[in-house]
């Protein structure tokens, strides 16, 4: 037997496997004893049935397998013999094998990538201070009041805070909106909807709530809404201009509840001060979430910045395919047409292969650090997972585990995500923190 490697790439090699033939013909005879001791042929006992006529009876079945353990026989080979470190099979040119014939094999594989790990202890990172200010937690409790806000109608002009219910209808330069995407109509007439006025959240019109203030109800206006550079809803709206004429239907004035025993407990807590004290421990909590998570990130961009090496091209693909998936779910959700994905497919997919390269690179820069520092997973961590994921999907935990049972290939994806959560847990607890100005409320 020849082996011969061929570099296609940093992480892509050729093996181009010549087996003589004997050596086909060893596979081949191997083949047909198997068949034989199993076949069952007419005036003959299991087993006992003429090597030639077992070949007659199940040629396709024979020259099939045979051909299977030729190629095994050759990508084993080829991999014992060159201590290759193989994460795919592109590719396999068997060509033709025959009995009585020598017979070359071509396989395209991809390997693992070699590289030096770079220093990864002591990575800088940085967090916000975790203590709530009495600011933040004033929000937080007027936020609390306006869940159970009541609204009157007022007889005044609107102001910031009111609710506005209004109708509108939008032209761009001169044609109604309504005409232009009849499948958006809530961006070009609508007979009555509710807006805030100056509210902290947009709503369906872009800015048209800022323009609100100081209009009584019977009020018409005449408004201009410049929508954003990048307007998903209606891409034709994209960046322009448009023009909404307003009529003003009634206008209700937030109340928000007095801070009262029946308030207070409605919020399961004794007085105002217990109150404050439960916002301030839950905001302590969110922002520490919020650092862990900050961490991460600058965790995983600082490796990213620290290394480079080829990455293998089919997991890049595989992974592209991925982030596609999920950037046009999550589009899809918000109410993106599928004519945009069309019309910007170029873009999106260079911007998922790009981002699909460095989350493969980061994980084998993060498995070779678990490998280095021993991180392991264990049963615990395995159990953790399926108690979160029977909570998020709510099924019961009994199902999850007979699943992953019969799914080999989905438990060492879990294993491998487990690892790579893990490794950055552990660069997380080594790094070097250092804690920012307070911004302001």
């Known amino acids: 037997m020849n082996i011969q490697v061929n570099d296609l790439s940093p992480t892509r090699k050729s093996l181009i496997v010549s087996l003589d033939k004997g050596e086909v013909d060893a596979e081949h005879q191997l083949v047909v004893g198997e068949y034989t001791k199993l076949a069952r042929l ?39 013999d060159k201590k290759l470190d193989v994460l795919n099979v592109v590719n396999v040119e068997e060509g033709s094998i025959e009995s009585g014939l020598s017979a070359a094999v071509t396989i395209t594989v991809d390997v693992r990538p070699e590289f030096k790990l ?7 990172t940085q967090v916000e201070p975790t203590e709530a200010t009495d600011t933040e937690v004033d929000n937080v409790i007027d936020g609390l009041r306006s869940e159970r806000a009541d609204f009157k109608v007022a007889d005044r002009p609107a102001q910031k805070g009111d609710y506005v219910k209004l109708a ?8 109604p909106i309504a005409d232009l995407a009849p499948d958006k109509q809530i961006y070009g007439k609508v007979p009555q909807t509710w ?30 809404i410049l929508f954003p550079a990048e307007f998903a809803p209606v891409p034709l709206l994209a960046g322009k201009t448009a023009v909404y004429a307003v ?4 206008i209700r004035e937030r109340i928000l509840p007095p801070l009262d025993a029946e308030f207070f407990k409605a919020q399961k807590v004794d007085d105002l001060e217990g109150l404050k004290n439960q916002v301030r421990t839950n905001l302590k ?16 961009d600082a490796l990213a910045a620290k290394v480079d090496f080829p990455v293998p091209q089919s997991l890049v693909d595989a992974e592209t395919q991925g982030v596609l998936r999920q950037f046009i779910e999550e589009n899809m959700r918000r109410g993106v047409a599928s004519e945009q994905f069309e019309k910007d497919k ?44 029977a909570v ?16 080999r290939e989905q438990l060492r994806s879990i294993q491998q995500s487990i690892i790579f959560d893990k490794a950055v847990d552990f660069l997380v607890s080594k790094s070097t923190v250092t804690t920012t100005e307070p911004k302001p409320a």
Not at 118 to 124: E, M, R, V
Not at 247 to 250: D, G, L, R, S, T
Request: net charge positive; hydrophobic share 30%.
């Open 168 to 175: 509108y209808e939008g032209s761009l330069d001169g044609k």
């Open 392 to 407: 998020r999907t709510n099924q019961k935990p009994e199902k999850l585990v007979k699943e992953l049972t019969k799914d």
């Open 346 to 389: 170029k873009e999106l997919f260079e911007g998922a292969r790009k981002a699909a390269t460095n989350r493969v690179k980061l994980q084998f820069v993060l498995a070779k650090i678990a490998e280095a520092e021993k991180v392991t997973v264990t049963e615990e961590d395995i159990d953790g997972f399926i108690y979160r994921e």
């Open 285 to 300: 909590m969110q922002k520490e979430y919020q650092n862990r998570a900050a961490q991460r990130r600058q965790i995983t």
């Open 42 to 80: 007419p005036g003959f006992r299991p087993g006992k049935a003429p090597a030639a006529m077992v070949v007659k009876r199940f040629g396709k079945e024979i020259a099939d397998e045979f051909k299977q353990k030729v190629v095994a026989k050759a990508y084993r080979s080829a991999l014992e």
């Open 247 to 250: 009529e003003v239907q009634e």
């Open 118 to 124: 770079p220093d990864y202890t002591g990575l800088p």
């Open 195 to 224: 807006e805030e006025v100056e509210g902290s959240q947009e709503g369906v019109i872009p800015g048209l709530g800022r323009q609100l203030s100081g209009l009584k109800t019977g009020e018409k206006k005449t408004v201009q």
